[in-house]
């Protein structure tokens, strides 16, 4: 059975930092594509970054330079990076993964979710 969970939330200030990891198992993950989400309150869970299987990035544009992701593949992790936290980025950060090789922006795009994590950045 798939499982991914995510750790490394919480609660921080406007220009902290916080490091999400997101451990899969179940199944080997170095051939398909991960991603973070995030949802935050009325709002559509939107695409914060994505990585392929080949190290090919994806990241929206309010987090290009601030956030970074990256994957462990021996240890079928994704993590992601977050600095200089806005509270524009409070929100549940959700771990995903697409069976595919490509970034899809979409939560349609995804076969397989955590459970999420919250992040607060207070202003």
């Known amino acids: 059975q798939v499982q991914l969970v995510e750790s490394g939330g919480g609660l921080v200030q406007a220009g902290d930092s916080l490091r999400l990891s997101c451990a899969a198992s179940g199944r080997t993950f170095s051939s398909y594509t991960m991603g973070w989400f995030r949802q935050a309150p009325g709002k559509e869970r939107e695409l914060v970054a994505a990585i392929t299987s080949g190290g090919s990035t994806y990241y929206t544009d309010s987090v290009k330079g601030r956030f970074t992701i990256s994957r462990d593949s021996a240890k079928n992790t994704v993590y992601l990076q977050m600095n200089s936290l806005k509270p524009e980025d409070t929100a549940v950060y959700y771990c995903?993964?697409?069976?595919?090789?490509?970034?899809?922006?979409?939560?349609?795009?995804?076969?397989?979710w955590g459970q999420g994590t919250q992040v607060t950045v207070s202003s």
């Open positions: 995903a993964v697409r069976k595919w090789i490509t970034v899809a922006t979409t939560s349609t795009g995804y076969d397989y």
